[in-house]
């Protein structure tokens, strides 16, 4: 059975720093794809970032590059993002998900419980 298990979300101000970790199981976590996928109240999912299984290579949104780093310790099956230089627009709901980019908005199936991050002076 497929379990993400993200915390690490919280409330920051702007320029802040977050760190979120996501604990998988349930399935083979070293070749998969995985992703971080946001929701904002009212808004569509955003795609954040993917890591891949293999190299691993990193893909970022524009709205997130230069400022989050995504990264997984495949040992202990865990991905992260770490956020830094937080701005108010950054806060959404974050859903660690185990996709690689293509799919990672849309199938919902593969969405952890996701994990709250507000970013309010």
């Known amino acids: 059975q497929l379990q993400l298990v993200e915390s690490g979300g919280g409330l920051v101000q702007p320029g802040g720093s977050l760190r979120l970790s996501c604990v998988a199981s349930g399935f083979t976590f070293t070749w998969q794809d995985m992703s971080w996928v946001r929701q904002a109240p009212g808004k569509g999912p955003e795609w954040v970032s993917t890591v891949n299984g293999g190299l691993p290579r990193t893909y970022y949104a524009d709205s997130v590059k230069g400022r989050f780093t995504i990264s997984r310790d495949n040992a202990n099956k865990t991905l992260y993002l770490q956020m830094n230089n937080l701005k108010p627009e950054d806060t959404a709901m974050y859903y660690c998900?185990?996709?690689?980019?293509?799919?990672?908005?849309?199938?919902?199936?593969?969405w952890g419980q996701g994990t709250q991050v507000t970013v309010s002076s």
């Open positions: 998900v185990k996709e690689g980019f293509r799919l990672a908005t849309v199938r919902r199936s593969s």
